[in-house]
């Protein structure tokens, strides 16, 4: 059984920072792609950043590049997203996922598991 729970999310002030953890059992980060999608009011799940498993590298949607920071920590198995300067449009549900095995990375339909999602709300 693969199963993903995610912690963190809340509700803050435009410009505050947050921090989202995944952590996994039955399955490791480190074995494939893992990634943030997010879903906001009246929009499809957007891919958000991904961290690639063959050679640890970064991925970013343009709105964020320069404020969210993805992370693996492979002694505990978790996957992290750091989120800095918030603004009142990264509000939205935040779900991490992972692939079974190296696929694509921006779409969701790639992603075999994925977590029960958490609210992020940023207030102006």
């Known amino acids: 059984q693969v199963q993903l729970v995610q912690s963190g999310g809340g509700m803050v002030q435009a410009g505050d920072s947050l921090r989202l953890s995944c952590a996994a059992s039955?399955?490791?980060?480190?074995?494939?792609?893992s990634a943030w999608f997010r879903q906001a009011p009246g929009k499809e799940r957007e891919f958000v950043a991904a961290?690639?498993?063959?050679?640890?590298?970064?991925i970013y949607t343009d709105s964020v590049k320069g404020r969210f920071t993805v992370s693996r920590d492979n002694a505990r198995n978790s996957l992290y997203l750091q989120m800095n300067s918030l603004k009142p449009e990264d509000t939205a549900v935040y779900y991490c996922?992972?692939?079974?095995?190296?696929?694509?990375?921006?779409?969701?339909?790639?992603?075999?598991?994925w977590g029960q999602g958490t609210q992020v709300t940023v207030s102006s």
């Open positions: 996922a992972a692939q079974q095995t190296p696929r694509g990375v921006r779409v969701p339909a790639a992603y075999d598991y």
């Open positions: 039955g399955r490791d980060f480190s074995s494939s792609n």
């Open positions: 961290i690639l498993w063959s050679v640890s590298s970064t």
